[in-house]
């Protein structure tokens, strides 16, 4: 069945280095989502992509849907103790397929 | 309104129990689902309810049981439950789950489940 992956798993940054996440799908992906849980919260949906190679920006946030829309990421510059949480990609493989969320990647700050 | 609520916030039952989650959206959306939250785990997909009908059973044990009264509202009805049942239910809802455009997730603060 489809899968989504994410790497790292975990990262612990000082506070305005940068931080990237990496997800992966094992089939190709019609869009795609991502959502911030902060810690003790529910999942935020920050942004979709649908189109392939396309970049959207969110002030520090980039994010990017790979050419072959298996893959996508999230960067993050300069971070802040603000960006603390998990950070969840979220992909479907139609409209006619369930949406499947990525494993997480869950972000620590040192001030 | 972008809210989507849901109570109790927190929940402690028996196993012989029988107990209600609900949620609640005013968004006009016309899909809303049930997840199920572990500890440092994403989100798992329950139950799917479009345009008020059950669209996707995650094949769920039938001591979870679904129900959508009407457009905004979205109930979980829980009996005999098992100590590994214990977890964050969360609620969501979409304008629409069948077009990928408009499947954007709006979440719940979750209703945190103990199963004693």
């Known amino acids: 069945g489809q899968q989504v992956m994410q790497i790292p798993q975990y990262q612990h940054v000082q506070e305005g280095e940068d931080f990237t996440t990496y997800c992966n799908s094992s089939?190709?992906?019609?869009?795609i989502q991502w959502y911030k849980q902060r810690p003790g919260g529910h999942p935020v949906f920050l942004i979709q992509?649908?189109?392939?190679?396309e970049v959207k920006k969110q002030k520090r946030l980039t994010f990017q849907f790979g050419e072959a829309k298996k893959n996508s990421s999230l960067h993050i510059t300069a971070t802040q103790t603000t960006d603390v949480g998990t950070y969840f990609c979220a992909g479907r493989r139609s409209s006619a397929s369930k949406i499947i969320f990525g494993s997480g990647t869950r972000l620590s700050i040192r001030p | 309104d972008t809210e989507v609520t849901q109570t109790p916030k927190h929940l402690v039952m028996g196993m012989t129990n029988k107990k209600s989650l609900k949620c609640e959206q005013h968004m006009g959306h016309r899909a809303m689902y049930w997840y199920k939250q572990k500890a440092k785990k994403p989100p798992e997909l329950m139950f799917v309810y479009s345009y008020e009908k059950l669209s996707i059973n995650e094949s769920v044990p039938s001591r979870f049981s679904p129900e959508c009264p009407n457009s905004s509202l979205l109930n979980l009805h829980l009996h005999a439950l098992q100590p590994e049942d214990s977890a964050l239910y969360l609620c969501?809802?979409?304008?629409?789950?069948?077009?990928?455009?408009?499947?954007?997730?709006?979440f719940g603060p979750g209703t945190r489940l103990t199963v004693l």
């Open positions: 969501a809802s979409s304008q629409d789950h069948w077009q990928t455009s408009t499947d954007t997730q709006y």
């Open positions: 992509l649908v189109k392939s190679g």
């Open positions: 089939t190709t992906l019609s869009n």
